[in-house]
C-alpha cells in the first residue's frame, strides 16, 4: 500500500514540479558511441530555432541508462528489431510477398532511409512517418491488413528500418508538397497551452529544459531515438505514444495516433531535432 | 508472446586460464503475477526462474529470478577458460520449458 501511495503522490508532483522548486541540471558532457560508431548527439540548430544547439535525450539520463544504449548487446530494443528482421522476410497478405521480395536485404534498402521521414506523400496529399509506409507497403503491395496502431509488429518493424539509419543526421525535405504549412500548422501546437494543467510542449522541453521535474530530468523532446526502449515501459514506445502520453499529462483530451493533429507535430518536432544522428531504439528511462 | 529469444556474447577464443566477461540477454516478459488484465482479473505469473552457465558439464553460475526481475533479464559475469570448450546456457520458465543456448569456446 505504501507503495500505491508513493506513486500516486509522484503523478501528483508532475504537476507541482512545474510551478514549485525547480532545480537545474545541465545535460553531461558526454559522448555516445554505439558498439564503437558515433553519435551526433549535439548539432547547430536549423535557421529558425528557439535554441542554439540541439541536444539528444541521450544526455539528459543517468549513467546507467546511457551505458546500456551504447551497447547494442545489452539494448533490449535490439531483441525486437532483431525480431523484426524476420517479419521482414516472412510473407504476409494475398500477394504472397514479403518486405524482403521487393525491397532485399534490409541493411541495404533501408540504410538512411529512416532518417528523412516524415515525407510528402502525394497519394495521401499528406506527410506520412515510417509506421503509414509499412502500412502503404502492406495495404498496396502485399494485399495485408495495416497494422493496428502501436502493434507489436509495428513498433518492431519502424524500430528495424529506422535502425538502419543509426548514427545518420536526421532532416525533414520541407520543400516537398505542402509540407512548409504541416510545420507551421505542427509549430502552433507545440506552442499551444492545452488541458488543465494549461501546458504546451515548449512550457516543459523549451522553457524549463534542463530542469528537474521531481526526479526526471526535462530533455528538448527530441525524437531521435524513436521508437524507444523506455525501461518504464519494459517496451519499444512508439512517437505518436509519446507524444499521446505528454498530452494525457496535461490533463488533455490527445488527438488520435497518426491524426492530422499529431503528424503536423511529428513534422515540426523532427525539424527541431535537424542534424541529430538517430539512435534507434534509443534507451530512456 | 512470441517463443523467447536468447542472445549470448562471449568471445570466440581464449588464452589458457582466461578471464573472460559472458553477457546474456532474452526476451522474456517476466509477468510477475501482480498485475491485472482490463477485466479485474490477475494475470497468472509466468517468468523465468532460473539461470544457468555450464562449461564442459561444470556448474559456472547459477541464480534463482524472481518476480520483481524486469523483462528481458540481463546478465552479466566473469569466468576463467582452463580448455576450449563449450558453454551451455539454460533458462527455466515457469510453465516448465527449458531455453538452452551453447556456444563454443577455443583456447590457444
Given at each position: 500500500?505504501?507503495?500505491?501511495?508513493?506513486?500516486?503522490?509522484?503523478?501528483?508532483?508532475?504537476?507541482?514540479?512545474?510551478?514549485?522548486?525547480?532545480?537545474?541540471?545541465?545535460?553531461?558532457?558526454?559522448?555516445?558511441?554505439?558498439?564503437?560508431?558515433?553519435?551526433?548527439?549535439?548539432?547547430?540548430?536549423?535557421?529558425?530555432?528557439?535554441?542554439?544547439?540541439?541536444?539528444s535525450g541521450?544526455?539528459?539520463?543517468?549513467?546507467?541508462?546511457?551505458?546500456v544504449?551504447?551497447?547494442?548487446?545489452?539494448?533490449?530494443?535490439?531483441?525486437?528489431?532483431?525480431?523484426?528482421?524476420?517479419?521482414?522476410?516472412?510473407?504476409?497478405?494475398?500477394?504472397?510477398?514479403?518486405?524482403?521480395?521487393?525491397?532485399?536485404?534490409?541493411?541495404?534498402?533501408?540504410?538512411?532511409?529512416?532518417?528523412?521521414?516524415?515525407?510528402?506523400?502525394?497519394?495521401?496529399?499528406?506527410?506520412?512517418?515510417?509506421?503509414?509506409?509499412?502500412?502503404?507497403?502492406?495495404?498496396?503491395?502485399?494485399?495485408?491488413?495495416?497494422?493496428?496502431?502501436?502493434?507489436?509488429?509495428?513498433?518492431?518493424?519502424?524500430?528495424?528500418?529506422?535502425?538502419?539509419?543509426?548514427?545518420?543526421?536526421?532532416?525533414?525535405?520541407?520543400?516537398?508538397?505542402?509540407?512548409?504549412?504541416?510545420?507551421?500548422?505542427?509549430?502552433?501546437?507545440?506552442?499551444?497551452?492545452t488541458?488543465?494543467?494549461?501546458?504546451?510542449?515548449?512550457?516543459?522541453?523549451?522553457?524549463?529544459?534542463?530542469?528537474?521535474?521531481?526526479?526526471?530530468?526535462?530533455?528538448?523532446?527530441?525524437?531521435n531515438?524513436?521508437?524507444t526502449?523506455?525501461?518504464?515501459?519494459?517496451?519499444?514506445?512508439?512517437?505518436?505514444?509519446?507524444?499521446?502520453?505528454?498530452?494525457?499529462?496535461?490533463?488533455?483530451?490527445f488527438?488520435?495516433?497518426?491524426?492530422?493533429?499529431?503528424?503536423?507535430?511529428?513534422?515540426?518536432?523532427?525539424?527541431?531535432?535537424?542534424?541529430?544522428?538517430?539512435?534507434?531504439?534509443?534507451?530512456?528511462? | 508472446?512470441?517463443?523467447?529469444?536468447?542472445?549470448?556474447?562471449?568471445?570466440?577464443?581464449?588464452?589458457?586460464?582466461?578471464?573472460?566477461?559472458?553477457?546474456?540477454?532474452?526476451?522474456?516478459d517476466?509477468?510477475?503475477?501482480?498485475?491485472?488484465?482490463?477485466?479485474?482479473?490477475?494475470?497468472p505469473?509466468?517468468?523465468?526462474?532460473?539461470?544457468?552457465?555450464?562449461?564442459?558439464?561444470?556448474?559456472?553460475?547459477?541464480?534463482?529470478?524472481?518476480?520483481?526481475?524486469?523483462?528481458?533479464?540481463?546478465?552479466?559475469?566473469?569466468?576463467?577458460?582452463?580448455?576450449?570448450?563449450?558453454?551451455?546456457?539454460?533458462?527455466?520458465?515457469?510453465?516448465?520449458?527449458?531455453?538452452?543456448?551453447?556456444?563454443?569456446?577455443?583456447?590457444?
Open positions: 500500500m505504501k507503495t500505491r501511495l508513493t506513486i500516486i503522490s509522484l503523478a501528483g508532483g508532475i504537476a507541482l514540479g512545474c510551478f514549485a522548486g525547480l532545480a537545474h541540471a545541465d545535460p553531461v558532457d558526454d559522448t555516445l558511441e554505439i558498439d564503437g560508431q558515433p553519435m551526433i548527439t549535439r548539432a547547430p540548430a536549423p535557421e529558425g530555432h528557439p535554441f542554439d544547439e540541439v541536444l541521450w544526455l539528459f539520463r543517468e549513467a546507467e541508462t546511457r551505458a544504449e551504447a551497447d547494442s548487446f545489452q539494448n533490449p530494443g535490439m531483441l525486437e528489431v532483431e525480431r523484426a528482421a524476420e517479419i521482414w522476410s516472412t510473407p504476409e497478405g494475398t500477394a504472397g510477398k514479403s518486405c524482403e521480395t521487393c525491397h532485399g536485404d534490409v541493411s541495404e534498402s533501408m540504410k538512411g532511409v529512416g532518417a528523412h521521414y516524415p515525407k510528402w506523400d502525394k497519394d495521401a496529399n499528406r506527410p506520412i512517418n515510417i509506421e503509414l509506409q509499412i502500412d502503404k507497403c502492406r495495404t498496396e503491395q502485399m494485399g495485408a491488413e495495416p497494422y493496428k496502431f502501436d502493434a507489436k509488429d509495428q513498433k518492431a518493424m519502424t524500430a528495424l528500418i529506422k535502425n538502419q539509419s543509426l548514427g545518420e543526421p536526421m532532416s525533414v525535405d520541407l520543400s516537398q508538397g505542402d509540407m512548409q504549412s504541416w510545420w507551421d500548422r505542427g509549430k502552433d501546437t507545440y506552442y499551444t497551452r488541458g488543465q494543467l494549461n501546458l504546451s510542449c515548449s512550457n516543459c522541453h523549451e522553457d524549463s529544459m534542463g530542469n528537474m521535474i521531481r526526479a526526471d530530468h526535462l530533455s528538448q523532446g527530441q525524437v531515438g524513436f521508437p526502449y523506455r525501461l518504464k515501459q519494459s517496451a519499444l514506445v512508439s512517437l505518436h505514444n509519446r507524444f499521446r502520453g505528454c498530452i494525457r499529462d496535461t490533463r488533455a483530451e488527438p488520435k495516433a497518426f491524426s492530422d493533429e499529431l503528424m503536423a507535430l511529428e513534422v515540426y518536432v523532427t525539424w527541431r531535432g535537424t542534424g541529430l544522428s538517430v539512435e534507434t531504439p534509443a534507451v530512456r528511462q | 508472446m512470441s517463443t523467447p529469444k536468447p542472445r549470448v556474447k562471449l568471445p570466440k577464443s581464449a588464452a589458457k586460464d582466461e578471464i573472460i566477461t559472458i553477457k546474456t540477454l532474452i526476451s522474456h517476466m509477468e510477475s503475477g501482480q498485475r491485472k488484465d482490463k477485466d479485474g482479473n490477475a494475470i505469473r509466468k517468468i523465468l526462474n532460473t539461470f544457468t552457465c555450464e562449461f564442459n558439464g561444470q556448474a559456472v553460475f547459477s541464480c534463482n529470478m524472481e518476480p520483481a526481475i524486469s523483462a528481458n533479464p540481463y546478465f552479466e559475469f566473469n569466468a576463467r577458460v582452463p580448455e576450449s570448450g563449450t558453454f551451455k546456457f539454460s533458462w527455466v520458465d515457469d510453465d516448465g520449458t527449458v531455453i538452452t543456448h551453447e556456444q563454443d569456446i577455443e583456447v590457444k
